[in-house]
T-cell receptor, first 115, second 110 residues
């Protein structure tokens, strides 16, 4: 089973709303990732958790707040977003996250629209 | 930093072979990946090749690696309409990071 699941599939929110994106994997992977993908562009790395600890934060604005409650779950809490934050948010997981040779498996993404 | 480049578009006739090319700059990359993204979907790992290999074949997919020229290619034999998608080349970089190319949009002509 190489499945990473994400909910919701679509999300529309206002700039004053607070919402959360969820990601789950049951492959026993210890690393989980959040990426942001704008239309016709490659994914851009936002955060990496390795063994439930935040190991990489790519200078992401504080209106995005990641959380890793356990090794299978990854959340992205959203607050006071801007319309330019509208994008496809992709979650991925890999074995350990301690090596660039770790193969990453992606979820289907959450399509976020900020009004 | 690491740079990965791909051509943006490729159009092939159904039943022909598709060849998608990628060049990269970091000679220390160990794993090189091909991901497929269909419209509105996430990224699907198609295949990957270890840097000490020249070629890897998996059913209709053939990956060729020229490490000297830092050139990677993905060949899809007998291209079908279901192969229409964006194909991303990616290479491993520093710990936990992979660097993506800009993606090649493959379209299939009848």
């Amino acid at each position: 089973d190489t499945e990473v699941t994400q909910t919701p599939k679509h999300l529309v929110m206002g700039m004053t709303n607070k919402k959360s994106l969820k990601c789950e994997q049951h492959m026993g992977h210890r690393a989980m990732y959040w990426y942001k993908q704008k239309a016709k562009k490659p994914p851009e790395l936002m955060f990496v958790y390795s063994y439930e600890k935040l190991s990489i934060n790519e200078s992401v604005p504080s209106r995005f707040s990641p959380e890793c409650p356990n090794s299978s779950l990854l959340n992205l809490h959203l607050h006071a977003l801007q319309p330019e934050d509208s994008a496809l948010y992709l979650c991925a997981s890999s074995q350990t996250g301690t090596s660039g040779t770790d193969t990453q498996y992606f979820g289907p993404g959450t399509r976020l629209t900020v009004l | 930093g690491e740079d990965v480049e791909q051509s943006l578009f490729l159009s092939v006739r159904e039943g022909d072979s598709s060849v998608i090319n990628c060049t990269y700059t970091d000679s220390s990359s160990t794993y090189l990946y091909w991901y497929k993204q269909e419209p509105g979907a996430g990224l699907q790992l198609l295949t990957y090749i270890f840097s000490n290999m020249d070629m890897k074949q998996d059913q209709r997919l053939t990956v060729l690696l020229n490490k000297k020229d830092k050139h990677l290619s993905l060949r899809i034999a007998d291209t079908q309409t279901g192969d229409s998608a964006i194909y991303f080349c990616a290479v491993d970089s520093s710990a936990s990071k992979i660097i993506f190319g800009s993606g090649t949009r493959l379209s299939i002509r009848p």
